[in-house]
């Protein structure tokens, strides 16, 4: 344990007593004076380290003389007084050597920090040179130079970008505005010097490689080339001549594609490692002329589409694609979406894909959970007034929907579709996989459908087709339930005519513009007012409750020998008896009563029983 002398000032001589008087006055009037310094010092950094500085070697200095005579040591040569007072010097000396060392030292760093800063200065002022001399060149008719002004101006955003993202996205917006005004002088070529109505060639090979550096830096693979991902780029209007494909993006947010012309493809693969990032990823693409194909899908897929990209929305409104087109949209998913959750963790969750315009040959959706599909126009937007009065739309080309569970799909009211409506039907399916996709809501309203609908699903909960027109096939395939099928008031046409008497029944029964509708039982069956004017089988084995009032089957009618009706209104049901040659009522196979089929196959038996009975009599 350590314990401090005590120091008794009456026991040391007179010459002590006095030299410590005048070194106590010293340090006072020492310590005064550094006080009035520091008051003149507020402030300045600088002069408030030199004060400390001196400060406390003066401390030291004086405790070293101090010391020694308050100790009554001796001051003789090996004294302790001696070798105290020279400790406590050597000390101090060392002390002002350390703080004159890092004064030297701050004094390099500022002096190093203000070369760094006119180097920066100098680096940036260079970059503006070579930026001014770049976009000069850029509009040189000689394709050489054009394309050098390009890589150039590419290089300088680069570097600027690499500033904005190592210094610091947050403190750092300079560099960003920087690199955004380059960027703003390669789309704005695009725009207005691209356009194949006035593009010389080189113009031509100019935009294409402006865009391939584009891309580059919105790829998100490892590629070497910096990351633009944080900046806008607005193409609004542009015309591209080449194909335009955005590889392994994380969004196209930022990027303006409306009003755009595409002379080829568009394609944009997702990066699935930004699927966290998805619930703000969006694909609003509008007023676009499509005379090439559009694909979206992620950066990479399987073909059981196990690896989906994450998408919150999808648009493509008022779009307009040529004929031999197609538009593919495949293995996307809403945000949070579990594939391995079952119905009740994704319940909710869907994505919204909307389409409508002149659309292609082919437009197909494939590996899309959860999808909210709306092809044609929304009514309310052709009729905002809700007037009645406005014209079927055309809806030219295929529209396929493959291996989407759980889908919502929809075609608005008062369109005229020319191709075929294709849901999972596994005959034509491109890899004929067994269906295993619920199907929730299959909404055709009010529409004129000229070619086949084939509608496939494990289950189905609603499909309406209230007041439409089939001019061909309909096929509807379920392997479980199907929870309401709506269709009143519609009309089922042979081969697109009402036309039935003159076609063969033999002809009517094998033909291809027929109704077939199977599954296991159906909750709500609704045909009140429907005109089947092409032959109908029904492959049920029970309807819970049947609508089919003024209901006439013009061609004939087949059902399930197995089918049973627990609950039917079914007033006015008629169907056409070719032996006959007129209509009679059609009642539908009872809970509580045989079905006809099998009174007809009963009283057979009796007729050949009698008959065989009668001749052993005789």
């Not at 002809?507 to 007012?529: H, R």
């Amino acid at each position: 344990m350590i314990t401090w002398p005590n120091i008794d000032f009456s026991t040391l001589s007179p010459k002590r007593q006095e030299s410590l008087t005048i070194i106590g006055i010293l340090f006072i009037v020492g310590l005064f004076g550094f006080a009035a310094y520091a008051i003149y010092t507020r402030g300045k950094k600088k002069k408030r380290y030199n004060l400390i500085a001196l400060l406390s070697a003066f401390i030291i200095v004086a405790s070293s003389f101090f010391l020694p005579i308050a100790l009554n040591l001796s001051f003789q040569k090996d004294g302790a007084g001696s070798v105290l007072l020279q400790s406590m010097l050597t000390i101090s000396g060392g002390l002002v050597v350390l703080f004159t060392y890092m004064e030297n030292r701050r004094k390099n760093d500022i002096d190093e920090s203000k070369n760094i800063d006119e180097k920066i200065q100098k680096l940036h002022d260079s970059r503006y040179e070579r930026n001014i001399k770049s976009i000069e060149l850029i509009f040189s008719e000689k394709t050489p130079t054009a394309l050098s002004a390009v890589y150039s101006l590419c290089k300088i955003a680069d570097d600027w970008v690499d500033d904005y993202i190592n210094m610091g996205k947050k403190n750092n917006s300079s560099s960003k505005q920087e690199a955004q005004s380059i960027i703003n002088v390669l789309c704005t070529y695009i725009r207005e010097y691209g356009k194949a109505s006035d593009s010389n060639g080189y113009k031509k090979e100019v935009c294409e490689t402006i865009m391939e550096e584009i891309c580059n830096r919105l790829n998100q693979s490892d590629n070497g080339y910096s990351d633009w991902s944080d900046f806008m780029f607005n193409f609004e209007g542009a015309i591209f001549t080449h194909p335009v494909i955005f590889k392994n993006v994380a969004d196209i947010n930022n990027i303006n594609l409306n009003g755009c012309t595409f002379i080829n493809n568009l394609e944009i693969y997702f990066s699935v490692e930004y699927n966290n990032q998805a619930s703000s990823r969006e694909v609003l693409i509008n007023h676009c002329t499509f005379k090439g194909s559009v694909i979206l899908a992620p950066g990479k897929f399987t073909r059981g589409g196990s690896i989906r990209a994450a998408v919150s929305n999808i648009a493509l409104e008022d779009s307009h694609f040529a004929k031999d087109s197609k538009l593919e949209i495949k293995h996307l998913c809403p945000p949070d979406y579990d594939p391995e959750g079952d119905d009740s963790k994704n319940k909710g969750i869907e994505l919204p894909i909307y389409v409508y315009g002149n659309l292609p040959a082919n437009t197909s959706f494939r590996y899309i959970p959860q999808a909210n599909i709306i092809v044609g126009q929304k009514y309310d937007s052709r009729d905002p007034g809700m007037s009645g009065a406005i014209q079927h739309t055309i809806i030219q080309g295929n529209i396929h929907i493959d291996q989407c569970d759980n889908v919502i799909f929809e075609i608005p009211d008062k369109h005229i579709i020319n191709g075929v409506v294709n849901i999972n039907d596994p005959d034509i399916s491109q890899y004929r996989q067994p269906i295993s996709e619920n199907l929730k809501n299959i909404k055709i309203n009010d529409c004129i459908l000229k070619n086949d609908v084939l509608i496939a699903g494990s289950e189905i909960d609603i499909i309406n087709f209230l007041e439409s027109t089939f001019h061909s096939s309909l096929k509807i395939m379920s392997r479980g339930r199907i929870g309401k099928l709506i269709a009143p008031d519609s009309q089922f046409l042979l081969n697109g005519s009402t036309n039935t008497r003159e076609v063969p029944h033999g002809v009517m029964i094998n033909s291809k513009s027929n109704v077939s509708v199977s599954a296991n039982y159906i909750d709500l069956l609704e045909l009140s007012g429907t005109h089947f004017y092409s032959y109908v089988d029904f492959q049920i084995n029970k309807i819970k409750l049947l609508y089919s009032k003024d209901t006439i089957f013009h061609a004939g009618v087949n059902t399930s020998t197995n089918l049973k009706v627990e609950k039917f209104k079914s007033t006015g049901c008629r169907k056409y008896d070719y032996s006959k040659k007129k209509y009679i009522l059609f009642k539908w196979p009872s809970i509580n009563s045989p079905n006809p089929n099998s009174n007809q196959k009963i009283a057979s038996a009796i007729a050949i029983t009698s008959t065989i009975s009668g001749m052993f009599s005789k």
